[in-house]
């Protein structure tokens, strides 16, 4: 079975057939997948914009868990092992966009990583620590000192940033979500005077904050996007000039920073506590998905697979 967006906000659960697996190959029983509000949002409304390989029917999901249940003699796993899953690509004509949600795959053992027990569930959040952690390196020596969003990713962020001995502002324009803070402030940004912050990392996704950003920034200072837009962002120059502002964009993360990530959270100083906020079975994907995508008290929505056949 697998989640499968037909259409934009068309998403059903099929039975669909495997690729079959080479020896380089795991196959492995799907325990949890994440839904994520900012790639599969877009591909879920249909706002995703056009990219090499994108179409309708697809499998969604790149945040997954669960255990090797056949492994291939040059796979480098052992059956039994409890790994995170970035997805796979083995659904024939459906396409993997990115395929991870379903209670079985079929994808190279190099792809998946295996982590602590210990962890469970909390292991499909790796991706988003990944993104916030490449994000965070992205910007070199400097901390970021103002995160702009508090969901998610923005308090993985801040997470990363406390880790690193670091304490900053994040701003967040929802009270609801103004919660959960440790080492960090969370500040409507109506009440924020400063001007002059030397590294702004925005996770908004809102394509009009740019110049508002660029005006917060100390001389020098630099803006990491590090949200996905959907729409073109654009600046006024005289004041980016005025502060030779630096404007860096984070892509996808790096193996490397799922392993960071990955060893941060299995020594426990990078918690992932409270960041799951809601539960649903498999069965249960699309009323799932909605309420992931429509109720701003859910900062994670996963999907239990371990009843699904």
């Known amino acids: 079975m697998a989640v499968v967006l037909e259409r934009p906000e068309q998403l059903v659960l099929s039975r669909l057939d495997l690729s079959e697996a080479t020896d380089e190959d795991v196959t492995v029983d799907i325990e949890w997948s994440g839904i994520s509000t900012g790639t599969e949002r877009l591909l879920w409304s249909g706002r995703m914009p056009a990219f090499p390989g994108m179409g309708y029917p697809l499998v969604p999901g790149y945040e997954s868990v669960g255990r090797v249940a056949k492994a291939g003699s040059m796979s480098g796993r052992s059956v039994g092992e409890r790994v995170f899953v970035p997805g796979a690509k083995c659904f ?3 396409r993997g966009l990115f395929g991870g949600a379903a209670a ?11 982590f602590a027990e210990h962890l469970a569930e909390q ?26 969003g508090h969901g998610v990713l923005g308090r993985m962020i801040a997470r990363l940033a406390v880790v690193a001995g670091s304490s900053p502002t994040v701003w967040e324009t929802n009270p609801a979500r103004r919660e959960g803070a440790a080492g960090y402030a969370v500040i409507d940004p109506a009440e924020d005077t400063r001007r002059n912050y030397s590294c702004i990392c925005d996770v908004s996704g809102d394509s009009s904050l740019l110049d508002t950003l660029i005006s917060r920034l100390a001389p020098g200072g630099e ?48 918690s992932l506590d409270g960041l799951i906020t809601h539960r649903s079975e498999a069965a249960q994907a699309d009323t799932a998905y909605r309420t992931a995508f429509s109720d701003p008290a859910c900062l994670k929505m996963i999907l239990d697979w371990r009843s699904c056949s």
């Open 92 to 94: 024939g004509d459906v």
């Open 104 to 114: 079985h795959v079929v994808l190279p053992g190099a792809r998946t990583i295996p």
């Open 123 to 148: 292991g499909v959040l790796l991706a988003l620590a990944a993104t916030g952690y490449h994000a965070h390196s992205m910007a070199g020596l400097k901390q970021p000192d103002l995160i702009v």
């Open 223 to 270: 803006v990491v996007l590090a949200g996905f837009y959907d729409e073109p962002l654009s600046f006024v120059f005289p004041p980016a000039f005025m502060r030779e502002a630096r404007i860096r964009i984070a892509a996808q993360w790096l193996p490397s920073d799922l392993v960071a990530v990955k060893d941060l959270a299995e020594s426990g100083r990078l």
